[in-house]
């Protein structure tokens, strides 16, 4: 007897994966790939839309074909930040920008020259100055710098729902793609900010889909619902509003990001919010939700990476690694300007620290006598850095809870680490193993089946 699943297409910076639901949520499968980069037409390196495109088709075609399953739904959560661009037939017209490219000073001051200063329109647009993680000035780059290929423009289509597209041919959007400081929609208005109405660019963005299915992907005989794709820490957020009664603040955990959402707080912008990276986003209803980011994945992985080669340890290796409280006592009790203290190469002036890390000298891991010693500081430093982060979406007080979601999950040392510097605060690790994939999960089949049971959601305390 076939085994009836939900599937979700998660894709991530590094990982990109198929993830299977049962009708409890739990994970049947998980499959994992990694793609290689390639460099999109200015030399700038980023993810090949080529290779995506090739995997989740031929990851699809081998789930639809497989005897084992019934698949009931599909959907999607990706990063966000990014635009797929379509052409009249319906092809894509340009490498998938990474949204860390630098842009051109001169016309970022051209685009604040006509549409205002800086903090003013990040305060309508609850998106912080960032650059090409406005996702909008990607599409306002490439009308000014390519303008014979934004000519050619048909469609300029949010990641989740390119994926969508793929399965579909169906071009649609949504709010939680749309809120992922973007800088084209209006916070206090609810509407398209009116600068993407001048430039004309209102006309590449597709209608609001009226439903969280776009259409029916159809072959093999099935006709099997698809759904518009969500971004992927709105979309874990949704699992937690939808299953936890009390009030949380969540740390979205990605192998490049931190992203802290606080769903309780509606109030608006201030000025110095948007000076310390925090930001708005829209919930799949189109609500605000208060959310500050940090590169702390990205730091992570670029300094667990130097401790494994300097200790002779595997990569994975830390995930071994067990708490210690002697050790965590150590590296609370390193005092400033101590060789022992992080010196961080890649904040990329995210949070708080504004100041360009990348020319820092490297943080010398001579001064420690193991990979765990060394780790133990690493966590507590990052964790330190990214307090602020937590403050300001906490700006109202912290809740009794902090749920922590994706990478990190299974890290005993960041946990515990972070429990003991938030003691009045019952640090979370849900059962649920992939939030932003189980969010795409229960939207989709909500919807199938308004009366569907809610599945129980437990926690690991600490």
Known sequence: MKKTVTAVLDVGIIQKRLILFDDNFEVVNITTNKLAKTKDDDGFEGDDINLINQWALDTWNQLVNDNQYHIKALNFSTYGATLMHLDEGGNTLTPL????????????????????????FALETCSPPLGMLNSGLQIYWLKYQKPELYKRIKHSLHFPQYLAYLFTKQATTEYTSIG??????????????????DEGIINLIPDFSTSPVVAHWEGNGQQIPVGTGLHDSSSALRTYLHLFDEKFLLLGMTDTWCITLNPFDHSPLRPEDVSQDCLQYLTVQGRRVKASRFFIGNEHGYQFNRMAEHFGKPLDYYKTVS????????????????????????FD?????????????????????????????????????FEPAIAIAARKGLPKYMIV?????????????????YPSVEVLVPNIPEGAATGAALLINQYLNPQMQKPELKFKKY
Do not use: M
């Not at 000298?361 to 990052?382: G, N, T, V």
């Open 405 to 421: 979601d994706g990478e990190f999950t299974g890290d005993e040392i960041f946990l515990n680490t972070l429990s003991k510097l």
């Open 97 to 120: 920008y990474n949204y860390l490219k630098p842009i051109d000073l001169s016309l970022e001051q051209q685009f604040y020259g006509r549409y205002g200063e800086k903090v003013q």
């Open 180 to 197: 992922c400081h973007t800088g084209i929609w209006n916070f206090r208005r609810r509407d398209y900010h009116q600068w993407i109405k």
């Open 349 to 385: 002036a995210s949070g708080a620290h504004k100041a360009n890390t990348t020319d820092s000298k490297e943080w010398s891991l001579a001064s420690f006598s193991s990979f765990e010693e060394a780790y133990h500081q690493l966590i507590y430093d990052l964790i330190s850095f």
């Open 323 to 346: 708490f210690d409280e002697n050790l965590f006592n150590t590296a609370h009790n390193t005092p400033a300007g101590d060789a022992r203290k992080l010196v961080p190469h890649s």
